[in-house]
């Protein structure tokens, strides 16, 4: 019993860290559509939001047992934030051919979309993403 109660508190912790992360992806876009007045500009607050929630869940991931529910949250928003990264890239070059924001608009809410459902899944208690063993059985 002593050892259920020790090992509540870092797993509250560790939910808490995964929603920290998501909370800074999503509002990464919320501060870009309404930009909050004591920012320079939300184009700074959109590009440095991500990067904190990324740096955070490299450094967290690490305390995370491997394979277990928290991890493969962290995998999943680091995953989530390069493939962002990838497409606002290939946004920005498309905008710069044809001057269309289309691109950039679907990225921002794969974002989002992906933001809320991670945070939907951990307060489930879920894992971000099925493993192949759940797939299979």
């Known amino acids: 019993m002593t050892d259920e ?5 870092n797993r509250r912790d560790l939910a808490t860290r995964v929603k920290i992360v ?3 992806y999503a509002a990464a876009i919320l501060w870009f559509v309404f930009p909050l007045p004591f920012i320079v500009t939300p184009v700074l607050d959109f590009v440095i939001t991500p990067i904190v929630g990324l740096a ?9 047992s491997t394979g277990g529910l928290f991890r493969d949250h962290f995998e999943g928003q680091i995953r989530l934030f390069w493939v962002c990264l990838i497409f606002f890239i290939i946004a920005e070059l498309f905008y710069r ?4 924001y289309i691109l950039a608009t679907l990225t921002c ?3 989002v979309v992906m ?3 991670g945070l939907a899944k951990i307060f489930d208690n879920k894992p971000y993403k099925k493993s192949a063993q759940t797939l299979r059985g």
């Open 5 to 9: 109660r020790s090992a509540d508190p």
């Open 22 to 24: 998501w909370g800074l």
């Open 56 to 64: 955070l869940a490299y450094v967290w991931r690490d305390g995370a």
């Open 97 to 100: 051919l044809f001057e269309d």
């Open 109 to 111: 809410l794969y974002l």
């Open 115 to 117: 933001s809320v459902i």
